[in-house]
């Protein structure tokens, strides 16, 4: 499936996308939930948008132990943060994109405090016009309302844009707000509704990658 012309603005995902840290972030989900609640499956987890603090309250069945949650996360990514490590091959792609002038942004549910202290460690942070974080508006993923921010920040049209992302709240949201969606679905089973909504879903990051490439270099 060819797009209309070529791909001149890519938004990624930060988690799952350009960060091998999903694993990590679960481990880091369920040990600040173990005390008071069951932890998330990998597929539930595909479902949630937004930063901790917005979303432990559905997951704990309300506000009472969300102080100590977050506690509990704060002091497990604070000895553990420093083993995410970027996907292979992710500097590489993101170099080509920027000698082709393509535009690049990030759209995450991560907090912006660690999100740019990630970015900066591993040298990526110079690459991307525009960073959204799950705490700079008062709405998250699925809701489009930082995608469109993204969009008018870089004077970006829909139809040129690609997003890329491997949770169904980013097939959502890039659907709610008219751009195009890759899916990386890292081998779990997704729901037919949300693979209808998404415009290619992938396997694996490197298959991303590489599709979103072509997409750039595609002229017609």
């Not at 173990?34 to 309250?57: C, K, S, V, Y």
């Not at 907090?111 to 705490?135: K, Y």
């Not at 707000?177 to 890292?186: A, K, Q």
């Not at 949300?194 to 490439?213: D, G, I, M, N, Q």
Request: with cysteine.
């Amino acid at each position: 499936m060819r797009r209309a012309g070529r791909t001149s603005t890519v938004i990624f995902d930060l988690d799952g996308t350009l960060m091998d840290s999903l694993p990590l972030v679960l481990r880091a989900f369920s040990h600040a939930l173990e005390p008071f609640a069951p932890p998330p499956t990998m597929q539930i987890f595909a479902q949630l948008g937004g930063p901790p603090e917005r979303i432990f309250p559905g997951l704990l069945g309300g506000d009472r132990h969300l102080r100590e949650a977050m506690k509990r996360l704060q002091t497990f990514n604070q000895d553990n943060h420093h083993l995410i490590e970027p996907f292979v091959g992710v500097g590489v792609v993101l170099e080509k994109l920027r000698l082709r002038d393509v535009s690049l942004a990030i759209w995450t549910g991560r907090d912006r405090e660690s999100a740019e202290w990630l970015l900066r460690r591993h040298g990526l942070d110079v690459f991307f016009g525009t960073i959204l974080c799950g705490d700079d508006l008062p709405s998250h993923k699925p809701d489009p309302a930082g995608l469109k921010e993204i969009l008018l920040r870089l004077n970006a049209d829909t139809k040129t844009s690609l997003l890329v992302g491997d949770a169904d709240v980013d097939v959502l949201g890039g659907a709610a707000g008219g751009v195009d969606t890759v899916l990386i679905n890292h081998a779990r089973e997704v729901e037919k509704t949300v693979l209808a909504k998404s415009w290619r879903t992938v396997s694996s990051p490197f298959e991303a990658y590489e599709l979103v490439l072509r997409c750039v270099e595609q002229t017609k």
